[in-house]
């Protein structure tokens, strides 16, 4: 198979891999979009110690599956491998498994690749009505569902009452907008820092696209971009009483204000990923229409892939989510 392989710093090279075989329980994707995430922007640029190269990136993916009882049968791709058994999986908390493994990590290879190995219970069956580009989006997306879920059962008034800011207009920024949308909210505002980017975000319904620096308080904060500036930014702006959700993982310390957090009760919550239920429920929504039109994305092929991560790197992407496909030429 044909594969975007992470080779060294900055450097990405399209080359032949082994085709990946299935196990028992498993089943071979062909991929048709994968997803380009900050963590894959992480790995590219050296700061990941847990994605070293060479290593195949990639885990927002959806495909079909080639072979088997399911041949042919569209799917989106739960990228998080975890025990089913542990204390975290057994009480529906499986994001917190201590074995969880996500593809794109040693020994699992990514999904920037023709092909594909996952576990059938992590497979979701896509409706033939929904192109498979916006099905990939399902697992960006869950990552702010996840964060809205439980920021609402946080904060101490329902999300229709209640300011909503989301800091950082990529897909896990917007995701986590859509998500406060379909849960109720209607006071949402994004923040942005890249204007080409804002202009592409005042296109979709359901949430305002503003300048950093523009919002002053709020009720519920979703750092989408985890940098010591934005964690700073987010706790000057939460309202007393209020909720601070932390997806980002932009770097590790910095930025939290614990006096006023302290003094004015502001809870600081960090999430990760999602459930395996929230993955399907976002799927849900997704294929129902109420994340909107989700036609924010832009589309490469694969083998231009070099060019995607470093015309992300610059600022030159207007869209929040680079959607790479194989097939595309």
Known sequence: MKALVY???????????????????????RIEASGICGSDMHAFLGHDERRPSPLILGHEAAGRIVGGPRDGERVTLNPL????????????????????????MPPREGAFAELVVMRDENLV????????RKAALAEPLACGWHAVRLGADALSLPLAEA???????????????????AFGATQITVAEPNATRRATLDGIDGFDAVAPG?????DLVIDGVGYAATRADATAITNPGGVVMHIGLGE????????????QEISFIGTYTYTAQDFRDTAAAIFDGRLGALDWTEQRPLADGQQAFADIRAGRVAAPKIILEPSHV
């Open 81 to 104: 491998v975890t025990c089913g058994t542990c204390r975290a999986c057994l009480a529906g908390r499986d994001n917190l498994c201590p074995t969880r493994l996500i593809i794109s």
């Open 125 to 132: 069956t896509v409706p033939d009505d929904v192109p498979l």
């Open 7 to 29: 080779d060294a710093v900055e450097t990405l090279v399209f080359r032949d891999m082994p085709d990946p075989v299935a196990g028992v329980g498993q089943s071979l994707i």
């Open 163 to 181: 300011a909503c800011h989301v800091i950082g207009g990529g897909a896990i920024g917007v995701g986590a907008a859509l998500a406060l949308r």
């Open 214 to 218: 523009v919002v002053t308080q709020a």
């Open 252 to 263: 590790g310390t910095g930025g939290l204000d614990v006096r006023r957090m302290t003094l």
